[in-house]
């Protein structure tokens, strides 16, 4: 369990940092399709915020703490955050393609750690997610294309 929790807290930090990772870019894209880059952001962000705290009451569930502070998803995450400038909407969209892949991959982690302590519930919790996460990412490489 001590390895699932971990994976599950680095997740939960993930999520929580890429919540404002998110809000940065929404605010800061600029140029052309900039409504529709700023509203897919806004979507992401709304979803990821869920998904935060529907893994931290996974954690629950299992009767052990989630990380709850900031100061802990800085320690643990594996986000880095980004400067206020202005970002097109290629590169804003570039920032998240490379978020998701990293957040499936992380999710997948847990999901197979989840799987041999015969946690199903976490199992299917990452692949609901996961299943979100493919298709936002099916969006994005249409977007960029
Ligand atoms: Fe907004």
Same mark, same amino acid.
């Given at each position: 369990?001590?390895?699932?929790?971990?994976? !599950?807290?680095? $997740?939960? #930090?993930?999520?929580? @940092?890429?919540?404002?990772?998110?809000?940065?870019?929404?605010?800061?894209? %600029?140029?052309?399709?900039?409504?529709?880059?700023?509203?897919?952001?806004?979507?992401?962000?709304?979803?990821?915020?869920?998904?935060?705290?529907?893994?931290?009451?996974?954690?629950?569930?299992?009767?052990?703490?989630?990380?709850?502070? !900031?100061?802990? $998803?800085? #320690?643990?995450?594996? @986000?880095?955050?980004?400067?206020?400038?202005?970002?097109?909407?290629?590169? %804003?969209?570039?920032?998240?393609?490379?978020?998701?892949?990293?957040?499936?991959?992380?999710?997948?982690?847990?999901?197979?750690?989840?799987?041999?302590?015969?946690?199903?519930?976490?199992?299917?919790?990452?692949?609901?997610?996961?299943?979100?996460?493919?298709?936002?990412?099916?969006?994005?490489?249409?977007?960029?294309?």
């Amino acid at each position: 369990m001590k390895e699932q929790l971990e994976l !599950m807290n680095k $997740y939960i #930090a993930n999520l929580a @940092v890429l919540n404002i990772k998110l809000h940065n870019l929404h605010w800061n894209v %600029s140029g052309e399709n900039f409504e529709q880059g700023h509203v897919f952001l806004e979507r992401l962000y709304t979803d990821l915020f869920e998904k935060y705290d529907e893994a931290a009451e996974r954690v629950k569930m299992l009767r052990q703490f989630p990380e709850a502070s !900031m100061k802990s $998803y800085l #320690a643990l995450t594996s @986000v880095e955050e980004l400067g206020n400038k202005f970002y097109t909407v290629p590169e %804003s969209f570039a920032v998240a393609q490379q978020e998701y892949e990293g957040l499936i991959a992380l999710a997948k982690q847990v999901r197979k750690q989840a799987d041999q302590n015969d946690d199903f519930i976490t199992v299917s919790l990452m692949e609901d997610h996961i299943t979100i996460y493919e298709k936002e990412l099916w969006f994005i490489h249409s977007a960029l294309k």
